[in-house]
Nanobody
């Protein structure tokens, strides 16, 4: 079994910064892709950023403001968020594509962490 535990969410003023962390633990052979998604009230869950073998991908809405990074030794993925806007308010979810063995992979989600940006 694999667990993803997020931390670092909270309330911040517009223009401020927050850093989210996601620790991945459990039965892990390797991790392929790690990422962050978010879901605002009344909206569908959307991709924020992903990282895989050092390659990163960002939603257009966060390019230049958010930075995703990973620590393979700690099985942890981070999301540094700067120049936050009110429209960044959402529940942020960590996501990972985890190989429990060399033959079996599965997608896992964290429980989510609330980010609220006040204008």
């Amino acid at each position: 079994q694999v667990q993803l535990v997020e931390s670092g969410g909270g309330l911040v003023q517009a223009g401020g910064s927050l850093r989210l962390s996601c620790a991945i633990s459990g039965s892990i052979f390797s991790i392929n892709t790690m990422g962050w998604y978010r879901q605002a009230p009344g909206k569908q869950r959307e991709l924020v950023a992903t990282i895989s073998a050092g390659n990163t991908k960002y939603a257009d809405s966060v390019k230049g403001r958010f930075t995703i990074s990973g620590d393979n030794a700690k099985n942890t993925v981070y999301l540094q968020m700067s120049s936050l806007k009110a429209e960044d308010t959402a529940v942020y979810y960590c996501n990972a594509d985890v190989w429990a063995t060399r033959w079996e992979s599965r997608e896992y989600w964290g429980q989510g962490t609330q980010v609220t940006v006040s204008s």
